[in-house]
């Protein structure tokens, strides 16, 4: 009977932690504190790092980009790219999730013009809403307010397109398909996954270079921020869109809590004499030791940025998501 007993918690465990959406508000708190750790291991968490990497690699291959870019496993936001990418691989599969799935025409050229957008938008703030908005805000640095403001007008006239599309637009609407795959083969793919998430962080913290040790973090760290996310459906641009399109301010509750535990962690490691002197990171080849006041605000306060928030929050409005949704 104990056994029965275990097996029943085992499962219900196993239920609570792969295969339930979380609750929005522990999720926004444990994107918080995971970003929080992120920046202590080595730097802020960003996806703009990542894309910018696997571009400029896709770009040396069809000879428009000259110079050979850093390796995809060497580059620290291409790494913290692949650890979230991950992450939210091993939440889809182990929750029985995974599955491709292919959009109407109509979303797939929204897609591709949403991308543009959010590129744009995205160097315009010096990075996306990751970037940009959420580690800058965290960070108190007056751009992430800006972008902010933009992404709320952007989403505003994002939502307002999408009413006027509902109504005027019918090319393309059908031939929504999805491929399913065996609910066991899903779990093989997330225990894969796992294993090789572990590998690779062993064989980066195994490394006598301190940058290569440092990367064991940025892979491990992301990958608890991607199945998080996934598995909570945590969007911060739903937290931007609903409470303007149905009304529902459940995530917009959930990201302003995680950017206010943000914003006082990151103060916590800041303030002199809290961190020891072993933790500072004044050698970190990417950013700036994180206890220097001036860590991570950024440089592009004003109007610009404002513009350029406008322009991702319309493109991940038209995307259905933002850099990490």
Request: proline share 3%.
């Amino acid at each position: 009977m104990s056994e029965g007993i275990l097996g029943k918690k085992i499962k219900g465990l196993y239920k609570a932690l792969c295969q339930e959406e979380w609750n929005a508000t522990v999720c926004g708190i444990i994107v918080a504190l995971l970003s929080i750790l992120c920046l202590a291991w080595a730097r802020p968490w960003g996806a703009v790092g990542a894309i910018r990497n696997w571009g400029q690699w896709i770009l040396y291959y069809t000879g428009i980009w000259g110079d050979q870019p850093a390796s995809v496993l060497l580059n620290s936001g291409s790494v913290i790219g692949l650890g979230f990418v991950a992450g939210a691989l091993i939440s889809a599969c182990m929750g029985g999730d995974f599955a491709i799935r292919i959009p109407p025409r109509l979303e797939l050229a929204k897609a591709v013009f949403a991308g543009i957008f959010m590129g744009i938008g995205s160097a315009m703030c010096g990075g996306c809403n990751i970037g940009g908005f959420y580690n800058a805000v965290g960070n108190l640095s007056a751009s992430g307010f800006c972008m902010m403001i933009g992404i709320v007008v952007g989403a505003v006239i994002g939502i307002k397109y999408l009413y006027w599309e509902m109504e005027h637009i019918t090319w393309g609407s059908g031939g929504a398909k999805t491929i399913d795959f065996p609910y066991a083969l899903k779990i093989i793919l997330g225990i894969v996954t796992i294993g090789v998430l572990i590998w690779g962080t062993n064989a980066y913290a195994g490394s006598d270079d301190d940058s290569l040790i440092r990367l064991a973090g940025l892979l491990i760290i992301p990958a608890g921020l991607g199945y998080t996310m996934q598995r909570g459906r945590w969007c911060m641009i739903q937290g931007f869109r609903e409470p303007h399109m149905t009304g529902d301010t459940k995530m917009a509750k959930s990201v302003i809590l995680s950017v206010v535990v943000l914003a006082a962690g990151i103060a916590i490691l800041k303030y002199p004499g809290i961190v020891p002197d072993a933790f500072d990171l004044d050698e970190c080849p990417d950013a700036e030791g994180f206890r220097n006041t001036m860590h991570y605000v950024r440089g592009f306060f004003g109007w610009f940025a404002i513009v350029g928030g406008v322009i991702f929050g319309f493109g991940a409005l038209l995307a259905g998501g933002c850099g990490t949704g």
